[in-house]
């Protein structure tokens, strides 16, 4: 079972900025959060990994509160090539880095 | 740098028959995955590397799924026989590996496989 859980869609306009929010209640000490997009035909890529507090890069931002049980990746000004799933990922155990993909967030970006 | 190659690209069979995938991972990536994601999915982990010995093999339904990394590069999945339910697009992924963190998984762009 997935250790997260995110909308299944969402749908947004050009130029604005979006925020997808995953819940993951049971995260362990030594998990990291990381975030996959993935384009139809394509394999998942990888957007951006934290901790804590909020990391940012020349993609997208990721927010995670002190309690880490929830994360937001925020997409700013999406354009229409943003449509995409966008899968949030923790560890399934310990040590073993392993992930588990749930059926992520459909983001549809329209004009 | 070059990515993730898989092939075919598309295959079509019939049930109860055998199919067999290839991946080539990024130069120097120790870690190779093999995930099934059947459509409107997310991909489903069945089989992971580390050089050339089997990590985690847990979801790999091994009564006719086979995996081998035989040198610690290319790797082939090999389903025999196919049922239905196979059909799905089949990704393989790479990772160089590190005991510090989660690292970055390269995915390639799968083999679609369609089992009528």
């Known amino acids: 079972l997935a250790k997260t859980t995110q909308p299944i869609s969402m749908d947004s306009y050009e130029g604005q900025e979006v925020n997808i929010t995953c819940s993951h209640n049971n995260i362990a000490t030594n998990d990291y959060i990381t975030w996959y997009q993935q384009f139809p035909s394509q394999g998942p890529r990888f957007i951006i990994q934290g901790y804590k507090t909020k990391v940012t890069n020349e993609v997208a931002s990721l927010f995670i509160p002190a309690d880490r049980k929830s994360s937001t990746l925020s997409l700013p000004r999406v354009s229409l090539s943003d449509t995409a799933v966008y899968y949030c990922l923790v560890g399934d155990l310990p040590g073993t880095y392993k992930y588990i993909f749930g059926t992520g967030t459909r983001l549809k970006v329209l004009a | 740098e070059a990515g993730v190659a898989q092939s075919p690209r598309y295959k079509i069979i019939e049930k109860r028959q055998s199919v067999a995938f290839w991946c080539n991972p990024i130069?120097?990536?120790?870690?190779l995955y093999w995930y099934q994601q059947i459509l409107g999915q997310g991909p489903k982990l069945l089989i992971q590397?580390?050089?050339?010995?089997?990590?985690?093999d847990s979801q790999l339904p091994k009564d006719r799924f086979s995996a081998e990394r035989l040198k610690g590069v290319d790797s082939t999945l090999k389903i025999q026989p196919a049922k239905l339910e196979d059909s799905a697009v089949y990704l393989c992924?790479?990772?160089?590996?590190?005991?510090?963190?989660?690292?970055?998984?390269?995915f390639g762009p799968g083999t679609r496989l369609t089992v009528l």
């Open positions: 590397f580390q050089n050339n010995g089997v990590v985690d």
């Open positions: 992924a790479s990772s160089f590996t590190s005991g510090q963190s989660y690292n970055e998984q390269f």
């Open positions: 130069s120097g990536h120790a870690t």
